[in-house]
């Protein structure tokens, strides 16, 4: 859509793998955004606490794009105190970028629970949100949500700065940090789960050895 927007992908990336980065690279691709956020969450309001420290999360996802010039790691969460709301990594990212449209890229499953995000109904005052969908998934909503999503459901390619929701199918692959974390405790190789780089580097610090 255009080449001077931003896309934002939040997460605890415990650790980062190929079900972040490439589902990502297809937002990047197809609606021609200049930069992809991937943000690692300090206190993640929905989920339990990661395993790996902040520094050890943002050294995965370092080494994880190294090779791509269009993905950043940002990490204005890590730097703020209190749980990790999106709403106010986005207001920190429209002062940044106020020219700027910003691209929220959330799961299907996300998207299904956002109505309890903290401040949810201002989002998209701030950002357009991406659903990210698999070729499988379903997206049956509740009535409430059915009509929001139907209300600011994009229709066409002129969008502003904010305040559009945009479905865009991804490359399937049905991976998970829990998953993953479950292999490497069990001694199990997760290679080709997650890029070669991030696997030395967690067996190197050791990670998620023992079972959760």
Same mark, same amino acid.
């Given at each position: 859509? !255009? +080449? @001077?927007?931003? #896309?934002?992908? #939040?997460?605890?990336? /415990?650790?980062?793998?190929?079900?972040?980065?490439?589902?990502?690279? /297809?937002?990047? /691709? $197809?609606?021609?955004?200049?930069?992809?956020?991937?943000?690692?969450?300090? %206190?993640?309001?929905?989920?339990?606490?990661?395993?790996?420290?902040? *520094? =050890?999360? %943002?050294?995965?996802?370092?080494?994880?794009?190294?090779?791509?010039?269009?993905?950043?790691?940002?990490?204005?969460?890590? *730097?703020?105190?209190?749980?990790? &709301?999106?709403?106010?990594?986005?207001? @920190?990212?429209?002062?940044?970028?106020?020219?700027?449209?910003? &691209?929220?890229?959330?799961?299907? +499953?996300?998207?299904?629970?956002?109505?309890?995000?903290?401040?949810?109904?201002?989002?998209?005052?701030?950002?357009?949100? %991406? %659903?990210?969908?698999?070729? +499988?998934?379903? !997206?049956?909503?509740?009535?409430?949500?059915?009509?929001? &999503? *139907? $209300?600011?459901?994009?229709?066409? /390619? +002129?969008?502003?700065?904010?305040?559009?929701?945009?479905?865009?199918?991804? !490359?399937?692959?049905?991976?998970?940090?829990?998953?993953?974390? !479950?292999?490497?405790?069990?001694?199990?190789?997760? $290679? &080709?789960?997650?890029?070669?780089?991030?696997?030395?580097?967690?067996?190197?610090?050791?990670?998620? =050895?023992?079972?959760?």
């Amino acid at each position: 859509m !255009t +080449d @001077s927007a931003i #896309g934002i992908l #939040g997460g605890t990336f /415990d650790p980062v793998h190929f079900g972040h980065l490439r589902p990502a690279l /297809d937002v990047a /691709d $197809q609606l021609g955004l200049e930069q992809i956020h991937l943000i690692p969450c300090a %206190v993640p309001p929905h989920r339990e606490t990661p395993l790996a420290t902040a *520094q =050890q999360r %943002v050294a995965l996802l370092l080494l994880a794009i190294k090779n791509n010039p269009r993905f950043v790691v940002d990490e204005r969460e890590l *730097q703020r105190e209190g749980p990790s &709301y999106t709403i106010d990594t986005l207001r @920190s990212l429209r002062q940044e970028f106020p020219a700027k449209p910003l &691209y929220l890229l959330v799961g299907t +499953d996300a998207f299904m629970g956002i109505q309890s995000w903290h401040e949810w109904q201002q989002l998209l005052e701030l950002t357009h949100i %991406v %659903v990210m969908q698999r070729p +499988d998934e379903t !997206t049956a909503m509740p009535d409430a949500l059915a009509s929001w &999503y *139907q $209300q600011h459901l994009v229709t066409n /390619d +002129d969008v502003n700065l904010a305040g559009k929701i945009i479905p865009v199918k991804v !490359t399937q692959l049905s991976i998970s940090a829990t998953q993953i974390r !479950t292999s490497i405790a069990n001694g199990a190789s997760p $290679q &080709y789960l997650l890029p070669d780089a991030v696997i030395s580097l967690v067996d190197m610090l050791g990670l998620y =050895q023992q079972k959760e």
